[in-house]
């Protein structure tokens, strides 16, 4: 297991937290003097990502600490509950800039300045950027929290975007279409609001240990099926920790061989699991008569 201050995914994260910081900065600076809630919102939004980025590399850190008396099953589950955490903080970020831009839309505003289009522009690209860099990251790291927070910086790209058109709507509209700014904000929080939800439930998911992909399942089964001595499986439990599975195996052998040679062949068949790179991080084997 990789030591947490080296793990690349505490170094991507933590890499987000810092540009996040920053186009929150630039956003709400231009908001505020551009005179663009829809950038104000969207600054809220990085801001809601610099939380959330801090709480993922503390998660990843915590998750990737070795099992211990009290932990025998390792941290790994600090991944998911992380995501759970990441999703709420959506869910009250996309809450704020819907109240902000109900009252932007009632109350009577100037409209938002030509320079505030250049900016959001920016900000898209570096986002996108980030958003694929850190998922594929995830991906390769098998790790819920780190997709978590690169659908994080998707949602500020939506946000970004949508505040983007409403601002040039309300540009190109004149005083008639000065709130198109406030709608953006509007339906910014919404698209914040599903993709909470598309993160909170396959990390729920996690952390009530819901059977992985038939497909680790049967790579797990294909391994040990070749071990010489086993003659069938039976039962193939996977559980998913953080980035790693857990396999409770069922293996059937010969019913007149010894303790001694039934248990060196569930050695064989938990040593081969192990290597196969199907980021197995323990294996239990029952051994059965056939």
């Given at each position: ?18 540009i ?45 600490k070795?099992?211990d ?21 959506l ?80 540009l ?28 909170f ?14 497909t ?75």
């Amino acid at each position: 297991m990789t030591k947490p201050s080296k793990d690349p995914g505490v170094r991507t994260a933590l890499l987000g937290v810092i540009i996040n910081l920053l186009l929150a900065i630039l956003k709400g600076g231009a908001g505020i003097l551009g005179n663009s809630y829809a950038l104000i919102a969207d600054a809220t939004e990085s801001l809601a990502d610099v939380f959330t980025s801090a709480i993922v590399v503390m998660g990843i850190r915590f998750s990737l600490k070795e099992p211990d008396e009290n932990h025998p099953y390792g941290h790994g589950k600090a991944e998911p509950v992380v995501s759970v955490v990441v999703s709420v903080a959506l869910l009250i970020s996309a809450a704020l800039i819907a109240v902000g831009g109900v009252n932007r839309i009632t109350v009577p505003h100037k409209g938002p300045q030509t320079f505030t289009v250049f900016i959001l522009l920016a900000v898209i690209i570096v986002k996108e950027l980030l958003f694929r860099f850190e998922y594929r990251k995830g991906d390769e790291l098998n790790s819920s929290a780190m997709k978590a927070d690169a659908w994080h910086h998707r949602s500020d790209v939506v946000t970004s975007l949508t505040a983007l058109i409403g601002i040039s709507i309300a540009l190109i509209g004149g005083k008639n279409y000065v709130t198109a700014d406030a709608w953006a904000a509007l339906v910014a929080s919404l698209i914040i609001t599903y993709n909470s939800f598309k993160i909170f439930y396959p990390a729920f998911n996690e952390i009530m240990d819901v059977a992985p992909s038939e497909t680790i399942v049967d790579d797990v089964k294909a391994v040990a099926i070749e071990v010489d001595g086993v003659i069938k499986l039976d039962k193939c439990i996977v559980r998913k920790m953080g980035r790693y599975y857990y396999v409770d195996l069922h293996v059937m052998v010969n019913k007149n061989l010894s303790v001694k040679e039934g248990h060196e062949i569930s050695h064989r068949v938990k040593d081969k699991i192990l290597a196969a790179g199907i980021n197995v991080y323990d294996v239990l084997i029952h051994i059965e008569p056939a």
